[in-house]
């Protein structure tokens, strides 16, 4: 953004860039350089994640996820969303796998693409939401592998999963909106939800019931995911209809995804002196 540097969304998500770029044959880049680079992601922690790389490496690369009462030390004081952190750095550890497998590198390949299913770690099959009766979601844990769930948010019909922000372990999203994020393995999570048409249910749910949230970018990922089990219509379906009813050329023509960043950063220029802003 301009001249500074913003909060990570969770991941270290450049490995995904590079590794997108290097598998498509893009030249004149320095790629051992680049492999070196999204190897230090995953193994050495940054001193700011914050704002650049991983956090918690330590407990992530032993434990399979970041668990709720991690210590913080080294990062930013911001929200832990260890959660969200947890399912990205799975997505980065599959980029990182991708590009060990282009260069023939067996054994890089194995640690990384192994490391990338650890999501199912922290998929509570059992949690229902109240409102819909659907069940199974993404939820934090503890060290000792136990489930961590505060007071307030459950009671004896189930978890309220889909409110955004309710829970600081998901950066800015809610439980909802993180379920689907599996972008490397749909067909594990098709499986784990039920099936094809269980999958379609629950999107058309997720939708229909206003859990949706195209104003932020978890939100993004959803509509076109009837592909992954042969509905490419109700992608074409639901993506025409968000167009038209979320999208257009006027003023406020984009419902969020702007994201303020402009004026935030160009606020932080003026009164910060060009610092790492939030």
């Known amino acids: 953004m301009s001249f500074c540097k913003g909060i990570t969304q969770s991941g270290s998500n450049a490995d995904i860039l590079l590794t997108d770029a290097y598998v498509k044959g893009i030249q004149n880049v320095p790629w051992n350089d680049a492999f070196a680079a999204i190897l230090n992601d995953a193994e050495i922690q940054s001193e700011n994640w914050g704002f650049q790389g991983r956090g918690n490496i330590n407990e992530y690369n032993t434990l399979g996820y970041i668990p709720v ?39 890089l390949y194995e640690k990384y693409i192994s490391r990338s299913q650890n999501w199912r770690n922290l998929w509570m099959a059992d ?13 934090a844990k503890t060290r ?11 009671n004896e019909t189930g978890c309220v999963v889909g409110q955004r922000g309710s829970d600081p372990e998901f950066y800015e999203e809610s439980a909802w909106s993180y379920s689907w994020f599996v972008p490397h393995d749909y067909a594990a999570l098709v499986e784990l939800v039920g099936g094809r048409e269980k999958f379609v ?15 932020n970018e978890p939100g ?37 995804n702007d994201d303020g960043g402009t004026f935030l950063c160009g606020a932080c220029i003026l009164f910060a002196g060009f610092k790492e802003c939030f």
């Open 127 to 139: 949690l229902k939401e109240p409102k819909t009766n659907i069940t199974g979601f993404f939820q």
């Open 144 to 154: 000792d592998g136990n489930w961590s769930v505060p007071l307030g948010r459950c």
């Open 201 to 215: 249910d629950r999107l058309d749910t997720f939708f229909d019931k206003g859990f949706a949230n195209l104003g």
């Open 69 to 107: 009462d991690a210590v913080m030390e080294g990062g930013p004081n911001i929200t832990h969303r260890t959660v969200s952190r947890s399912i990205e750095y799975n997505y980065d550890d599959f980029s990182i796998a991708l590009f060990a497998r282009k260069t023939h590198n067996r054994t």
């Open 220 to 256: 993004l990922l959803e509509a076109v995911l009837y592909h992954y089990v042969g509905r490419p219509a109700k992608s074409a379906a639901r993506t025409r209809k968000l167009i038209r009813n979320r999208f257009g050329i006027g003023t406020f023509g984009l419902p969020g």
